[in-house]
């Protein structure tokens, strides 16, 4: 394994621009041999919902050290900036790619390194973005990447992952909780379950009660967190009593599962706009493939109308986390903020409530409000900077001029 994924360093570096890397490389090496980084901020949002003028950001050993006024010279200077806390994506699927006959999924013949590659790219375009931290629900080999990015063996983000999920055939109430428990042991930062049935297959409840009590139940005992796909009343019904952390999709829900949200703190990630644009834009691609049929892509537009009402209707008559989540597929790795500009501009949400999703909001879904998601004293350096600001247009997000990481920089244009 540590040749495949060495291997992958090599192959990564030569589907990008020589130019690029170079440059990233030059930036790292720059602030690596500084004892002290300083970055100015003409505007600071801090992921909180706060905005400050002027701000100098002192980050030592990874850390942010020092927020205040204090004079140059800077290491970067951002004067004629937007600074930010990195991104969070709490919903992505890393390794989904499209194969080299332009199909989603690997070929028949495709080995593990080649997926992993696929993964490797995908996590650098995505970090390139401005997304220093993603959580990957859906394959074992997650883990691979995960830990190879911790090393420093590969640039991407930080990645939480859930190993394979569970769904109806996962086994019996009994049998699921030894593979919750397993789950645990093998290093999963979360347990992703499939309460419901693909939109696609119609959105149903599939997993029984006692299916998704055990999971949930089990999860909390071992102090993982859940994150549930789930459609309509019952089955987010039957996932909040049940202890479950996070709904994802939602859509078709009543008003009732609003105040249950909100009465639990159950922390919501709504798919709106980038997921469903990807697979239209894309649907060559999938069609034919498992349910990806004409059929299905009809439930998706209906999913879409619908799931744009419910969101709306969740903003005016609730106080639900809304945290932010793409369910980044192939074909939408690097293009995760395409989702909160949808969120804003056709869903009505808030513009700073987007970025809060996208940050401190997310950090705490993911229990890790002290380490990241706001740009604050003793929390990890991850920085991000812009041009223009997004509390007038979302769109500025989509230029990501500088990417720093855990201290470390890998972007800086």
Known sequence: MRKILIASIFTLAASFSFYEIALAQSAVNTAAGQESITIRAGSLIDGTGEVRENVTITVENGKIQRLDNSAGPY???FSDKIVLPGLIDTHVHITAHFNSQGRYGPDPDQTQAQTLLYAAENAYLTLMAG???IQSVGRDDDKDLRDAINRGVLPGPRILTSL???NLNSGTPSQLVEIVRQRHADGADVIKMFASASIRDGGSQVMSDAQIQAVCSTANEVGLRTVVHAYGTESISTVIEAGCTQIEHGN???DDIIDLMTERDTYYDP???????NYFDNRGKFIGIGNYTEEGFAAMEEARVIGYETFKRTLELGDVKIVYGTDALAGAHGRNIEELIYRVEE???DRMDAIVSATSLAAESLNLEQVIGTIAVGLNADI?????????DTAALRNIRFVMKD???YKNN
């Not at 798919?271 to 644009?277: E, R, S, V």
């Not at 991000?384 to 007038?392: G, K, R, S, T, Y």
Request: proline content about 6%.
């Open 384 to 392: 991000i900077a812009i041009d223009d600001n997004p509390l007038e």
């Open 271 to 277: 798919h709106l706009g980038l997921l469903y644009a």
């Open 347 to 349: 869903g009505g949400q």
């Open 75 to 77: 290491t970067f200077d």
């Open 407 to 409: 201290g470390v920089v």
């Open 131 to 133: 997304f220093t931290t």
């Open 252 to 254: 078709r829900y009543d």
């Open 164 to 166: 394979a999920p569970i």
